[in-house]
């Protein structure tokens, strides 16, 4: 095919893309089918909804998020080991795929579907029927797959981070804990700068924090690793192996970061914010299949370098703005309605920052796990999480932040006011604070009212 | 999780970890031991192991006392002499003596998150109908049942003891896993022969929230709840469900 379009399209028009690519010659990968058919095979009907990017390597990203859970039970049903690895949002799994015939997934993506199901799959109904009500983070939809088993394979080991993390989360998990589900926790202390007479360590991300809390979180990786162990017996975890995983996982995060840098640096962004999100999110997880993880982002780097080099972008018209977004948005519509906003997204904190820092590599590798896991964006002060903006204001040249309230989540109940005072006493930089639902159709005008005040203040 | 104070006066925050492997006790006596640093910093005196054994023997020996009180007094005049409890502003519903529950009447268990004078006013309702009131426990209450033994030749440090004889007795629903709350929970109710229970949840408290129908269902027991801390005096509607619940008791 001589000329691939670049457009940003709706579901029909990327189904009928799909097969014209298909008669031209393009190849996909066997678990590839049309987007549009997940909406009948798997209710995903908010997709219709959504507005796609028009590429091959578009197709296939999508492809390779909405297939995860079919993955997750042929993988079962092949003799696989599955690990539920809950909260820390980056490192565990690594560990775990450290181990043979073993996939790590978090159960917690199942936030996003009743949001992708439009509600349709009663998640949040059963929750509220077992007392967890919509008081709490949309995550809550994940204690309902638990029970009604219709999405992902009950995992074979359950592992949850407690400690610095949000009451909500903790207290869904000892309620997993009460059904009976093999649930372990290990614990991540709140990130703080070292006392004076504390021996000091610095972090990847150029925190400085207290050498303890390194060494607690390397001796609670051991710990992981033994009770991962448990579902292998007679194997040992070696180093060698470790560093063979954490080798990949720098290579998926190289691809994220490079995906990311092309496409906030773009006077044109190459690939639409919603992609771009969905991109980042596979660097948690791998979407269970670390493989095709790296080819699905390798395929995409090459078209945002392409559309770079071309100019070309598929937004039309093209956002001004250029804005920071912290926080993933419950309803992936968001992403769209930010751009036909006039907003451009050029900086992210999707509260995983922490698992797009490269793992050292010259360490012992569970400390390297540690190191990274301590500088997650959640289990320190909202404030640094702003720094880490900050340092992108020039780089990016950012000129407004929108921080995303999740619904209920604990770690929006203040963060929004923290951060917004600390833009606009530092920076001068105006900071919209916005509640996102799962669906966000019936406050749309508001939404939009909203996005479009901050892109008229900026313009002014 | 816990945000650093962004007042001006120096503060500490402690850090109290949530699971209760050996690792997690010996992060925690670290984090007294500098605690301990800090207060003498601010001024203090240096904790010494023979000034600690005689102040742990004496806390025991209070904390004895304590939970004799605790088990025989309304929960309202027992909460009364604790620390939290603002003797200078009282709870315009609060009385001078909490009205008095007899043997013969029903026994209440009290759950609570924390203590406001507000949390007493609605005890001394309660107690007005009667009711002896039991404090089992609530989060601003160090638990009366825990002891700390201090051998003579002990190794361990004084934050070490701490650590790992104190902790693991506090029954602490955010604990993961919080097997340890349930234990104490069962231990209670068949110790004070107790009719029902009544969780007074703080507002907003995902812990207590979510833990409530456990509660319920390894209660054994008729149990009610009452959300105190969103309106400004709620003991109203607070009192309909607990006349509803000595009802339930009274019945059985």
């Known amino acids: 095919m001589k000329f691939l379009p670049t457009k940003q399209i709706h579901l029909e028009e990327l189904d009928a893309l799909y097969d014209l690519y298909l008669r031209e010659g393009i190849c996909f990968p066997s678990y590839c089918v049309p987007v549009g058919s997940y909406v009948e095979a798997e209710g995903d009907i908010r997709l219709p909804n959504l507005k796609f990017d028009s590429s091959p390597a578009s197709i296939r990203l999508w492809n390779f998020l909405l297939s995860e859970n079919r993955r997750l039970h042929t993988a079962r049903a092949q003799g696989f080991k599955i690990v539920g690895t809950m909260k820390d949002l980056g490192t565990v799994p690594i560990l775990a795929y450290a181990y043979p015939n073993t996939i790590a997934f978090y159960p917690d993506g199942t936030w996003w579907t009743p949001c992708v199901m439009e509600l349709s799959d009663r998640l949040f109904c059963l929750a509220d029927e077992h007392g967890i009500g919509p008081h709490l983070c949309p995550v809550r939809a994940m204690y309902s797959a638990f029970i009604n088993k219709e999405h992902f394979p009950i995992p074979d080991q359950i592992i949850c981070s407690t400690g610095a993390v949000c009451d909500d989360f903790s207290a869904i998990s000892q309620r997993l804990f009460h059904l009976g589900y093999p649930l372990r926790w290990w614990e991540i202390p709140p990130r703080r700068p070292p006392d004076p007479d504390e021996t000091k360590v610095e972090l990847p991300n150029g925190t400085t924090i207290p050498k303890t809390h390194l060494d607690f979180v390397t001796h609670q990786f051991h710990m992981i690793a033994k009770w991962i162990e448990e579902l292998h017996p007679g194997i040992h975890l070696t180093k060698p192996a470790l560093q063979k995983s954490i080798h990949r996982a720098n290579h998926v995060r190289r691809l994220i970061n490079a995906i990311r840098d092309i496409t906030f640096s773009a006077p044109v962004p190459p690939i639409p914010a919603l992609e771009e999100l969905i991109a980042e999110m596979l660097v948690i997880h791998f979407c269970s299949d670390p493989s095709e993880c790296c080819e699905v982002l390798e395929a995409l780097l090459q078209t945002v370098k392409a559309r770079v080099e071309a100019g070309v972008t598929p937004l039309d018209p093209i956002p001004k703005v250029r804005v920071a977004v912290i926080n993933p948005p419950a309803d992936l519509r968001m992403m769209n309605l930010i751009e036909e906003c006039g907003l451009l997204v050029c900086a992210t904190d999707y509260m995983f920052t922490h698992a797009l820092i490269e793992i050292p590599e010259d360490m012992d590798p569970f400390q390297a796990l540690a190191t990274v896991a301590l500088c997650d964006p959640m289990i320190g002060h909202p404030v640094d999480r702003a720094r880490h903006i900050a340092k992108l204001i020039k780089k990016y040249q950012i000129q407004a932040v929108i921080v995303f309230r999740i619904p209920g989540a604990s770690h929006s109940a203040w963060e929004g006011e923290v951060i917004q005072r600390f833009f606009q006493e530092s920076y001068g930089i105006p900071v919209l604070v916005v509640e996102v639902p799962t669906i966000i159709d019936p406050v749309e005008p508001t939404l939009k009212t909203q996005l479009e005040a901050l892109y008229e203040i900026i313009q002014t | ?252």
């Open chain 2, 1 to 252: 999780m816990t945000y650093r104070t962004e007042s001006s006066a120096e503060s500490f925050t402690l850090y109290v970890p949530s699971t209760r492997t050996a690792a997690a006790l010996q992060w925690y006596a670290a984090e007294l031991e500098r605690l301990s640093k800090w207060l003498v910093r601010i001024g203090g005196r240096k904790l010494q192991p023979w000034a600690f054994a005689q102040l742990t023997q004496g806390f025991n020996q209070l904390r004895q006392k304590l939970d004799h009180m605790r088990i025989a007094l309304p929960a309202s005049l027992f909460l009364s002499l604790q620390p939290p409890v603002n003797n200078k502003q009282p709870h315009p519903s609060l009385r001078p003596q909490p009205a008095q529950g007899f043997k013969t009447n029903p026994k209440i268990g009290i759950l609570m998150g924390h203590l406001t004078n507000l949390h007493l006013a609605l005890l001394q309702e309660i107690e007005s109908f009667g009711v002896h009131t039991v404090f089992l426990c609530g989060e601003p209450i160090p638990p009366t049942h825990a002891t700390i033994e201090v051998g003579p030749d002990v190794d361990k440090s004084i934050f070490e003891l701490i650590a790992d004889q104190w902790l693991p007795q506090v029954p602490y629903l955010g604990a993961r896993p919080n097997t340890n709350f349930y234990t104490f929970l069962t231990n209670e109710i068949r110790k004070s022969q107790l009719d029902g229970l009544l969780v007074i949840r703080p507002v907003w408290c995902d812990h207590w929230d979510l833990e409530l129908p456990i509660i319920k269902q390894r209660a054994g027991i008729p149990v009610s709840h009452v959300v105190l801390g969103c309106e400004p005096d709620p003991t109203s509607h607070a009192l309909n469900r607990v006349s509803a619940l000595i009802e339930m008791v009274k019945k059985r």
